[in-house]
């Protein structure tokens, strides 16, 4: 089992950044994929971003590219999203996922989720 706790959401002016965190817990985390996921009211959850145990492979959704950046701390086991230029559509429920070993963009591929964090950007 691998335990996700999301945290650093809350409420930003359009422009503005965020950080938001997810610390993991329970098995060891090598070789595991951790990526973020959002869901805004009325709308399917979508793919933001991911990457790899050892961070060579990140992957983006086009929405969030040059905006986006998501880093890793394996020895605090803990996952990061900054996020910068924000805007009002990027406002949504933050999700932590993980899978093992391969990135991926699709929600079904990950098994471990966290609780979610809210991000809302005014405009």
């Known amino acids: 089992q691998v335990q996700l706790v999301e945290s650093g959401g809350g409420l930003v002016q359009a422009g503005g950044s965020l950080r938001v965190s997810c610390a993991a817990s329970?098995?060891?985390?090598?070789?595991?994929?951790l990526g973020w996921f959002r869901q805004a009211p009325g709308k399917e959850r979508e793919f933001v971003a991911a990457?790899?145990?050892?961070?060579?492979?990140?992957i983006n959704a086009d929405s969030v590219k040059g905006r986006f950046t998501i880093t890793r701390d394996n020895p605090k086991n803990t996952v990061y999203l900054q996020m910068n230029s924000l805007k009002p559509d990027d406002t949504a429920v933050y999700y932590c996922?993980?899978?093992?070993?391969?990135?991926?963009?699709?929600?079904?591929?990950?098994?471990?989720w966290g609780q979610g964090t809210q991000v809302t950007v005014s405009s």
């Open positions: 996922a993980a899978r093992w070993m391969v990135v991926s963009r699709l929600p079904q591929d990950y098994t471990y």
């Open positions: 329970g098995r060891t985390l090598s070789t595991y994929v």
């Open positions: 990457i790899s145990w050892s961070g060579g492979s990140i």
